[in-house]
């Protein structure tokens, strides 16, 4: 652990306003969306024939449950509903990328293990301590089984980009932001 403080050292801590943690958060945050729509595309085509309806479900906080009937993508649901995903997943990964960045480096199974955790914890904070018309809206038109797969994509999103940011990532000296490598040329 001392060995991985040294290796990683944070400067002055900002918590999750570090710019290293936003950007880290950006990559992550926006793989780990791409992959729990997909996920949900996938269940929506499957469970009830429309790949858009459970994106349309999202933008329920504003068009309220109806929105869940929507079968066809439109802007007003899908993509709503989609900047509304893309954004919770934002903040889910700023808490996660917060909650990994004195851990690092992380193994795969340690990095999946993290990424697992937060996603259950955010499906918990989602559906029991979210009002209900600030859920995801899944619920509306999905099963419980095609949401907790949505959720475990959205684990799998973080966790690959997660290791891929972190070997991106190189060691950076005291008082420096841990970022990006930046690109030679």
Same mark, same amino acid.
Do not use: C
């Given at each position: 652990?001392?060995?991985?403080? &040294? ?7 900002? !918590? ?6 936003? @950007? ?16 949900? %595309? ?6 009830? !024939? ?6 349309? %479900? ?8 109806? %929105?869940?009937?929507? &079968? #066809? ?19 889910? %990964? ?7 960045? &004195? #851990? ?61 940011? @972190? ?19």
């Amino acid at each position: 652990m001392i060995k991985a403080a &040294r290796r990683w050292p944070r400067g002055r801590d900002l !918590g999750i306003l570090d710019p290293g943690i936003l @950007q880290r958060a950006a990559i992550t945050g926006t793989a780990a969306s791409l992959a729990s729509t997909l996920a949900l %595309a996938l269940a929506g085509l499957a469970e009830t !024939g429309s790949p858009a309806q459970p994106l349309n %479900a999202t933008s329920h906080w504003l068009h309220g449950a109806a %929105a869940g009937a929507v &079968r #066809r993508a439109d802007w007003p649901h899908t993509a709503l509903g989609y900047a509304t995903h893309h954004a919770a997943t934002l903040f889910w %990964a700023v808490l996660f990328e917060r909650w990994i960045a &004195r #851990r690092r480096p992380l193994s795969p199974a340690s990095m999946a293990a993290h990424a697992l955790a937060l996603s259950v914890f955010a499906a918990a904070v989602d559906y029991g301590a979210t009002p209900k018309r600030f859920t995801p809206g899944w619920e509306l038109v999905l099963s419980k089984r095609a949401m907790a797969a949505a959720y475990l994509a959205l684990a799998t999103g973080l966790a690959t980009s997660g290791m891929a940011v @972190q070997r991106a990532r190189p060691p950076v000296g005291p008082g420096q932001s841990p970022g990006l490598k930046a690109r030679p040329g």
